[in-house]
């Protein structure tokens, strides 16, 4: 049974940005942190590039999170995940639905769901997600036509409904990480306060230094379990079948 990393690192592929040297860098940081384990990398890429920039893209990124033990998910195009051999997916609103992305990825990969309410939330794990992306948090200007932040209180509302890992995004600082974990999420998904960063690698360490310091306890529904957390704080996800 795999088990999901912490801090999920989205790539950034806005013009002037460089994907790769950040993602190289972030997993410099991390393990300058000794904290590999908990880094999860997610490449997204804008909707103007071509299936053939985003697979040439995502090789490169698989090939170096594999060198270092670090899984990378794709976001929105799944034939892409597969064609790269990444070890999963995530699919938002407008994307596959959560079955039929399950069923193309099959049983063992990772399979990530957008999520800001608790039906959508119940509705995306029974369909198959193995951990869900909650918010936008906070205001963003990282992605346009987000709805409005949900705040620390609706991550509470999404982590109380579903036994699944709840990932906290949108506008999230390290600053803001220990009240979103104590709202229920299980970890956070950063863009721009890594990718923009002046260091991504010192900002990758302070990411991760402050979910080490904070140990993810979500809230749990009255005779319900939560997600099993293991001794090194990791959440195991299951198959999603």
């Known amino acids: 049974m795999p088990s999901l990393g912490r801090l999920h690192l989205i790539t950034d592929t806005r013009p002037g940005s460089h994907p790769l040297d950040v993602v190289r860098a972030a997993l410099a940081g991390a393990h300058a942190v000794s904290a590999v384990d908990q880094l999860v990398v997610q ?5 103007h590039v071509s299936d053939r920039e985003a697979y040439e893209l995502a090789q490169r990124a698989t090939a170096m ?3 270092a033990g670090v899984p990378l998910l794709v976001n929105d195009r799944v ?8 070890n999963g997916a995530h699919v938002g609103a407008l994307d596959l639905p959560v079955a039929a992305a399950r069923r193309v990825l099959g049983p063992t990969a990772v399979l990530g769901a957008t999520a800001r309410t608790a039906d959508a939330a119940r509705e995306a794990v029974a369909a198959g997600a193995d951990y869900l992306g909650v918010g936008p ?3 963003t200007q990282t992605k346009e036509g ?3 932040p949900i705040g620390p209180s609706g991550v509470r509302r999404v982590a109380a409904a579903v036994d699944a ?3 906290a995004i949108g506008g999230v600082t390290v600053d803001r990480v220990a009240e979103l974990v104590a709202a229920g999420a299980y970890g956070v998904a950063v863009v721009g306060a890594i990718c923009r960063a ?6 990758t360490e302070e990411f991760l230094t402050a979910l080490l310091a904070a140990p993810p306890t979500r809230p749990t529904p009255i005779g ?3 997600p099993a957390i293991g001794e090194d704080g990791r959440a195991a996800i299951g198959s999603g079948g």
């Not at 034939?79 to 990444?86: E, M, N, Y």
């Open 43 to 47: 490449l997204r890429v804008d909707d």
């Open 65 to 67: 999170c594999a060198e």
């Open 79 to 86: 034939h892409i995940a597969l064609a790269v051999g990444a």
């Open 137 to 139: 948090c906070f205001p």
């Open 146 to 148: 987000l709805p409005d």
């Open 165 to 167: 890992p709840v990932i």
């Open 198 to 203: 002046p260091d991504p690698a010192r900002a």
């Open 224 to 226: 319900e379990e939560g």
